[in-house]
């Protein structure tokens, strides 16, 4: 068994946690200002800013506490440490992007029907401010790593909350200028379609994270194939590619080499494949000589496709023949 590991794990954590914390005192001070007027101007779209910025809050400190605890090494039974806990933040940003949204589409609805008296000079004014505030916020968020998907969270937490300001704003000055109030809800309702958009993305992709799902930009399947066109290289199965967290692809494999060839400089090759061509840098490998023998000979309970080189293959009744 050889394994191969490149490990340029972490980012710039120190800097990441001064960025976050500086966004997250802008997000609390102007949401404890846009409570207070959001009630006094009877607007919808301001109480939902204020709840979405409460979000925020919670999002960029959820975002900094993952920070904190990713950055501690491995112990105990946690051999990767503890780097997944930016996926779980990551996937209660989500979550709660999506039940807000829920919310907000009933009230902005309910507003629709029975439209109250809205106050737009105060609904424009707070929607300019908030405008200024999140794009600073957006500004510093979008300055640190947003490689890790715990830190995109929160800055989709964050750039949402632009948009809404944009849309509150614009309700403002057509309440203003019109008298028409149902613009409050309008705009309440299109903050709620951008939440629901950020929310499905974030749950997704944490999720995909969660059930060990091969990133994105890989495909297994495809990769098998690579490396059986390794010279060399006879078959390839329980291949797996996963993400230990966002940013840091891993993936195992057993290879099979033809008798007689070097298994160790093999596996050099197989290693630098996967680095340069799929940054696949934290590889580990069991490379063994090919005996004629079926997988299960060597794996007591291989998963997947088994992959041969077209040298095997033309020799082989089922060159992709499920290993179980």
Not at 18 to 42: D, P
Not at 120 to 127: A, F, N, P, Q, R
Not at 231 to 238: F, K, P, R
Not at 248 to 271: F, K, W, Y
């Amino acid at each position: 068994m050889s394994a191969g590991h490149g490990h340029g794990h972490g980012v710039s954590a120190a800097a990441d946690k001064k960025l976050l914390s500086g966004a997250l005192a802008l997000i609390v001070g102007f949401m404890a200002a846009e409570v207070v007027v959001g009630i006094a101007a009877g607007s919808l779209a301001l109480v939902t800013d204020a709840a979405h910025m409460l979000t925020d809050a919670i999002a960029i400190g959820l975002a900094l506490l993952a920070i904190r605890l990713a950055a501690k090494p491995p112990a105990g039974g946690y051999t990767y440490g503890f780097k997944r806990v930016e996926i779980l933040s990551a996937q209660a940003n989500g979550i709660t992007l999506l039940l807000l949204a829920v919310y907000f589409v009933y009230e902005a609805v309910s507003r629709m029907i029975h439209p109250p008296e809205v106050k737009g000079g105060l609904v424009l004014i707070t929607g300019l401010a908030g405008i200024v505030v999140n794009l600073l916020a957006t500004w510093l968020i979008s300055k640190a790593n947003r490689s890790s998907l715990n830190v995109e969270g929160a800055f989709q937490h964050i750039l949402n909350d632009l948009f809404a300001f944009i849309a509150t704003a614009v309700a403002g000055l057509v309440v203003l200028l019109t008298g028409f109030a149902r613009a409050d809800a309008i705009a309440a309702l299109v903050v709620a379609a951008l939440m629901l958009k950020a929310g499905i993305s974030l749950v997704r992709d944490s999720g995909r994270i969660f059930l060990e799902a091969a990133p994105s930009a890989i495909d297994p399947q495809a990769l098998g194939a690579e490396l059986c066109a390794i010279e060399g290289v006879v078959e390839v199965h329980d291949l797996h590619v996963w993400e230990i967290t966002s940013g840091e692809p891993a993936a195992s494999a057993h290879i099979l080499v033809a008798e007689g060839l070097d298994c160790h400089q093999i596996r050099v090759r197989v290693e630098q494949l996967l680095a340069d061509r799929h940054h696949l840098t934290h590889s580990t490998l069991q490379v063994d000589h090919a005996t004629g023998d079926e997988p299960s000979a060597h794996c007591s309970d291989a998963h997947g496709t088994v992959h041969r080189s077209i040298t095997t293959a033309a020799q082989a009744p089922d060159p992709a023949s499920p290993a179980h």
